[in-house]
């Protein structure tokens, strides 16, 4: 059974850009949720996709968006990227209880 | 919404130790995992424990929800078991995780 696949694994953006991030979560699980992990704040929720519906939001400003599709595949848009945005984010899955995560996609930005 | 403390921050061991790692959850809770993060960031999930005992091999978890602590024991430890191990609990109506600040192992050979 394939795990959760984050693509790209490392990216490299300027200030100002935008940035979308891919995860396909696990087969059969409906929920992917999205988080951003920095040395500072630590691991900080960001959102919560269900049936393409997003269920839950963490406290992140409107700068950062996601989607979910059909095939419960996830997208998460980072615009007008700063340089604090500089982090893994990670993408887990689950059937409902526990989280399964995704090897992350570590964005740098400069 | 739910706090999430664990304790050591840092752990320092030899091979062949013996660890208990703590977490320490502000309400009761229905979803409590362990995890571990490798060097190359992947969060490995170790353990679905909202209660209970479990064991894996040379880990166990024990969760006392009335108590609201969660152990995780790492017997005989190995330098592949150094890295930071989080604890993530959600409560009440959010099924969704809290993170601790996790605690940091370096396993020295």
């Known amino acids: 059974k394939a795990g959760v696949t984050q693509t790209p694994r490392y990216l490299i953006k300027t200030r100002g850009q935008q940035v979308t991030l891919s995860c396909s979560p696990i087969?059969?699980?409906?929920?992917v949720s999205w988080y951003q992990q920095t040395p500072g704040q630590g691991l900080q929720f960001l959102f919560e996709y269900f049936s393409e519906t997003q269920r839950n939001k963490g406290n992140f400003p409107g700068r950062f968006s996601g989607r979910q599709f059909s095939n419960s595949r996830s997208e998460m848009n980072v615009s007008t990227l700063e340089l604090g945005d500089s982090a893994l984010y990670l993408c887990?899955?689950?059937?409902?209880?526990?989280?399964?995560f995704g090897s992350g996609t570590r964005l740098t930005v400069v | 919404g739910i706090q999430v403390e664990q304790s050591p921050p840092d752990l320092i061991l030899q091979e062949g130790a013996n660890s208990t790692l703590r977490c320490n959850f502000s309400?009761?809770?229905?979803?409590l995992q362990w995890f571990h993060q490798n060097p190359w960031g992947q969060l490995i999930n170790l353990f679905y424990i909202p209660s209970g005992t479990k064991q894996n091999g040379r880990l166990s978890a024990t969760t006392v929800a009335t108590e609201r602590y969660s152990l995780l024991y790492i017997s005989s430890s190995q330098t592949t078991d150094s890295g930071v191990y989080f604890c993530a609990a959600a409560s009440g109506g959010s099924y969704i995780p809290t993170f601790g600040r996790g605690t940091s192992l370096i396993v020295h050979p």
């Open positions: 887990a899955s689950s059937p409902g209880g526990g989280y399964t």
């Open positions: 087969s059969g699980h409906r929920s």
């Open positions: 309400d009761s809770v229905n979803n």
